[in-house]
C-alpha cells in the first residue's frame, strides 16, 4: 500500500491535545519541580533544593503518611464489594433495583459526597453520633481528632466505591463456570471453604484490577478531606492536600511540582499494573 | 442459612448507600431552627421548600447549573469527537508511529491528573483561557482512557467492514462517520456517559482555574456555600440535591448502557 496520510490526520486533533495537555505538562512538572519558581516572582534553577526542602519537612512526611495510610481502604473495599457481589449475584428479584441503590453513591460527586457526610458527621448534633449514642459509644470525634478524622474520610471514600468494585467483581464472577462451582458443592465444600479454594484463584485478574485501582484512587485522596475537615491541620490530610497547600495557597510552584513528582512516583505501580492489565485484557 | 446471610448483607449495603441520601432531602426542607436539634429528625416537622427558592435567589445558582452543563456537555462533544476519530487511527491503519502514539497514551493513563494541575494552570494563564469555562474543558478535551476504549471499540468489528466501503469508494471520512461509528454506539454511549458524569462532578481542576463567581461550576459554587452559609445549611442541602438530580436522573435512565460500558473499560 502506499504511503498514506490519512490514519496522520485522523489521529492528530486528539494527540495535539493529549500532548499539550497530558504528556508536556507531565515533563514541566519534572522540571519545574527543580526551580525556585513562584508565581509571582521570576525562576531559577535551584537543583535538587526543592526535594532537600521536601525531605526535610515534617508536613510533607504527615501528609505522605497519612496517604499511605489510606491505602486501607483497598482491603475494606475488596471484602466489602467482594462479598456484596457474592449477595447480589444470586438474587432472583430485584436485583436490578438493588444494583441501582448500590451505584448511586459512585455517579455522586465528591463534593455532595462529602457534604452529606460531614453533617452525618458532625459531632454534638449529627446523625451517625446520635445512632452510636443508642448503643452507648461516643461521642467519637469524627471531624476533630485525628486520625479519627482520617478514617471518616476513608469510610466516604468506601461508601462511594464499593457499588463499583461490586460491579467488577459481578462480571469477574460471571466468567466462572457454573460447573466449578456446582463440583464444589458435590465435594461437600462449605460456603466459605468454597470461596476461599474455588472463587477466588478464578477470580485472580479481578482482585488484582480491583486493588490496584483503588489504591491509587486512594493514594491521591483530596476532595474527600477538602470538604469534610477544611479546618483541620494541614498534617491531618494527604499528600494532594500537601501539593494544593503550597502550589495554590501560597503559589509555590516549585515546591508543589516536587511533591506532584512524588505523588507520581507513588502511584506509578500501581497505575502501570492498571494499564497492562487493561492492555492485556484486550489483547488476549 | 447462606440465603438469610445475602439477605442481611444486601439491606444492610443498601440502607447504608441510600440513607445519605434520604438524610440530605430531609435536611433541604428543614426549618433553619430544625438543622441541629438533638436528637437529630429524620423526618422533617416541617417542609420548608422556600430552601429551594432561596438557595435560588441568594446566589446565582441557577448559573452554576449552566456553567457546570455547558462544561460537561462540551466535555461529552470533545471526546467522543477526538478519541474516535485517534482510536479509529490507531485500530484500523498500520502506520509507521502508530506504536509511539499508542504508547503515549498508555503512558498518559498512568500520570495522575493531580500532578498535572500546576503546569496545567501556568499553561491556561498563558492562553488567556484563566477563569473561563473553557479554561476549565480544553485541558481534559480528551484523555488517554477514551481513547483506548473507542480503539478497544473498533478493534473488535469485523475486518470486512471497511473493505466493502473502501469498494463503493467511500472517502475515509465518510467511512469513519457513516459506517464505522454507527457500528460503536454502545462504546460511544458509554464514553458520553461516564465523561458527562466526570466532568460534572470534577473540582479540583474547576476550582483552580476558575475565580469570579459568574463562571463557577456546581461544585465548586457549592464548595464555596459550604464556606460562606456557614448558619444555613437547609440552602446547601437544597443546592447539593439540585446539582445531583442531572447525574443521578442520567444515571438511572441509562443505567444498562452505564454497567456494559464499566466492564469494557474494567480489563474484562
Known amino acids: ?284 | 442459612m447462606r440465603k438469610a446471610l445475602s439477605r442481611i448483607v444486601i439491606i444492610t449495603a443498601s440502607a447504608a448507600a441510600v440513607i445519605p441520601f434520604l438524610w440530605l432531602a430531609a435536611t433541604s426542607v428543614k426549618g433553619a431552627e430544625e438543622l441541629f436539634v438533638y436528637p437529630p429528625t429524620f423526618i422533617p416537622r416541617t417542609f420548608q421548600w422556600e430552601n429551594y427558592t432561596g438557595v435560588w435567589n441568594a446566589i446565582p445558582f441557577g448559573l452554576y447549573l449552566v456553567n457546570s452543563l455547558t462544561v460537561a456537555l462540551l466535555s461529552v462533544v470533545f471526546n467522543l469527537l477526538l478519541s474516535s476519530l485517534a482510536g479509529f487511527a490507531l485500530a484500523r491503519y498500520r502506520f509507521r508511529y502508530r506504536g509511539l502514539l499508542f504508547g503515549a497514551v498508555l503512558f498518559s493513563m498512568m500520570v495522575p491528573k493531580e500532578m498535572l494541575v500546576i503546569p496545567l494552570f501556568t499553561s491556561v494563564l498563558r492562553l488567556h483561557l484563566a477563569d473561563s469555562l473553557l479554561g476549565v474543558v480544553l485541558p481534559f478535551a480528551v484523555e488517554g482512557m477514551g481513547i483506548f476504549l473507542m480503539r478497544q471499540a473498533f478493534l473488535a468489528l469485523p475486518r470486512d467492514v471497511e473493505e466493502a466501503a473502501v469498494m463503493d469508494g467511500a472517502a475515509p471520512l465518510r467511512l469513519w462517520w457513516s459506517v464505522m461509528l454507527p457500528m460503536v454506539r454502545p462504546s460511544l454511549a458509554a464514553l458520553a456517559i461516564f465523561t458527562f458524569i466526570g466532568s460534572w462532578g470534577d473540582f479540583l481542576w474547576p476550582m483552580v482555574v476558575l475565580k469570579s463567581q459568574e463562571h463557577y461550576t456546581v461544585q465548586v459554587g457549592l464548595s464555596m456555600m459550604l464556606g460562606t452559609f456557614v448558619d444555613n445549611y437547609r440552602y446547601v442541602a437544597a443546592g447539593s440535591l439540585l446539582a445531583l438530580l442531572p447525574v443521578a436522573l442520567l444515571f438511572i435512565l441509562m443505567q444498562r448502557h452505564f454497567e456494559r460500558g464499566l466492564l469494557s473499560g474494567s480489563g474484562k
Open chain 1, 1 to 284: 500500500m502506499k504511503k498514506n496520510i490519512t490514519p496522520y490526520l485522523f489521529a492528530a486533533p486528539a494527540f495535539l491535545v493529549l500532548g499539550y495537555f497530558s504528556i508536556l505538562p507531565m515533563l514541566q512538572t519534572a522540571y519545574y519541580s527543580t526551580l525556585e519558581y513562584s508565581f509571582f516572582g521570576p525562576h531559577r534553577f535551584i537543583g535538587a533544593a526543592n526535594y532537600v526542602r521536601l525531605f526535610t519537612d515534617p508536613h510533607f512526611w504527615a501528609t505522605l503518611l497519612n496517604s499511605l495510610l489510606f491505602l486501607s481502604v483497598t482491603p475494606v473495599l475488596m471484602v466489602v464489594s467482594l462479598t456484596l457481589a457474592l449477595s447480589v449475584r444470586n438474587l432472583l428479584r430485584g436485583a436490578r433495583i438493588v444494583r441501582l441503590m448500590l451505584f448511586l453513591p459512585v455517579v455522586t460527586p465528591v463534593v455532595i459526597a462529602g457534604i452529606v457526610w460531614r453533617w452525618i458527621f458532625t459531632e454534638e448534633t449529627g446523625l451517625l453520633n446520635h445512632l452510636l449514642s443508642l448503643a452507648s459509644v461516643g461521642p467519637v470525634r469524627w471531624l476533630t481528632e485525628f486520625p479519627t478524622n482520617l478514617v471518616s474520610a476513608m469510610l466516604v471514600t468506601v461508601w462511594r466505591g464499593m457499588g463499583y468494585y461490586m460491579m467488577l467483581f459481578l462480571a469477574g464472577l460471571a466468567l466462572v463456570p457454573r460447573e466449578v462451582e456446582e463440583a464444589g458443592i458435590l465435594d461437600g465444600a462449605t460456603p466459605l471453604q468454597q470461596v476461599w479454594h474455588v472463587l477466588l484463584p478464578l477470580l485472580r485478574p479481578t482482585l488484582l484490577f480491583v486493588a490496584v485501582v483503588s489504591s491509587s484512587a486512594a493514594v491521591k485522596v483530596f476532595t474527600e478531606q477538602y470538604i469534610l475537615i477544611p479546618g483541620a491541620p494541614l498534617d491531618n490530610k494527604a499528600l494532594v492536600s500537601f501539593l494544593y497547600r503550597h502550589a495554590f495557597e501560597r503559589f509555590d510552584f516549585g515546591y508543589g511540582s516536587a511533591a506532584g513528582m512524588v505523588l507520581f512516583g507513588m502511584t506509578l505501580l500501581f497505575s502501570y499494573t492498571q494499564v497492562r492489565l487493561m492492555d492485556r485484557e484486550q489483547s488476549s
